[in-house]
């Protein structure tokens, strides 16, 4: 069984930062892939950054590129979103996932993680 657990969401004005962080229990955490995914209102859930368990194996949705840095510190189970240049379109409740099987292809689509987070809201004001 895993767990994960976000923190760091908030409210911000646009142009600012927030740093969000999922910490994980589970001794074979450093196998996992770790994905950061956002859902708003009314809308599906939909995929922003990913990492394999390899740190030098990361993706971002199209949206997020240059804004967003997804790293993670195996030492503390933990991974991290930082996200800058914030945009109201930004706002969302954000989840990490993980995927245990720590497949070497980034995985985009929710199905393919099998751990979620409780999630963490994001507001960004105009």
């Known amino acids: 069984q895993v767990q994960l657990v976000e923190s760091g969401g908030g409210l911000v004005q646009a142009g600012g930062s927030l740093r969000l962080s999922c910490a994980a229990s589970?001794?074979?955490?450093?196998?996992?892939?770790i994905a950061w995914f956002r859902q708003a209102p009314g809308k599906e859930r939909e995929f922003v950054s990913t990492?394999?368990?390899?740190?030098?194996?990361?993706n971002y949705a199209d949206s997020v590129k240059g804004r967003f840095t997804i790293s993670r510190d195996n030492r503390k189970n933990t991974v991290y979103l930082q996200m800058n240049r914030l945009k109201p379109e930004d706002t969302a409740v954000y989840y990490c996932?993980?995927?245990?099987?720590?497949?070497?292809?980034?995985?985009?689509?929710?199905?393919?993680?099998?751990?979620w987070g409780q999630g963490t809201q994001v507001t960004v004001s105009s």
């Open positions: 990492i394999s368990w390899r740190v030098d194996r990361t």
């Open positions: 996932a993980a995927d245990v099987y720590g497949r070497r292809d980034p995985v985009y689509y929710t199905g393919g993680y099998q751990y």
């Open positions: 589970g001794r074979a955490f450093s196998s996992y892939g």
